[in-house]
Nanobody, 116 residues
Framework: QVQLVESGGGLVQPGGSLRLSCAAS????????MGWYRQAPGKQRELVAT???????HYADSVKGRFTISGDNVKKTTYLQMNSLKPEDTAVYYC??????????WGQGTQVTVSS
């Protein structure tokens, strides 16, 4: 079994910052990517940011310049630093891990609400 546990969500005012954390445990042999997705009410889940074992990162256009992903494949952790938050960033944020064999896993999600 593989478990992903997210933390760090909450309520923040527009322009504020939050840092999400994700820790993976269990039968993880080799990580291909770790990253973050989000799903707002009534919308499909969308990619926010990912990084690969080779060190490359990818961001959704909507978060470029505001969000920064980091992580450690050895420690099986990933973080998402979110700055200059906007109301449209409100969503449930999910941690995602894909092993090199192609098997993917999701965390339970953490709510981020941006509102004054």
């Amino acid at each position: 079994q593989v478990q992903l546990v997210e933390s760090g969500g909450g309520l923040v005012q527009p322009g504020g910052s939050l840092r999400l954390s994700c820790a993976a445990s269990g039968r993880i042999f080799s990580i291909y990517t770790m990253g973050w997705y989000r799903q707002a009410p009534g919308k499909q889940r969308e990619l926010v940011a990912t990084f690969t074992s080779g060190g490359s990162t990818h961001y959704a256009d909507s978060v470029k310049g505001r969000f920064t992903i980091s992580g450690d494949n050895v420690k099986k952790t990933t973080y998402l630093q979110m700055n200059s938050l906007k109301p449209e960033d409100t969503a449930v944020y999910y941690c995602n891990l894909i092993q090199s064999l192609g098997i993917g896993y999701w965390g339970q999600g953490t709510q981020v609400t941006v509102s004054s």
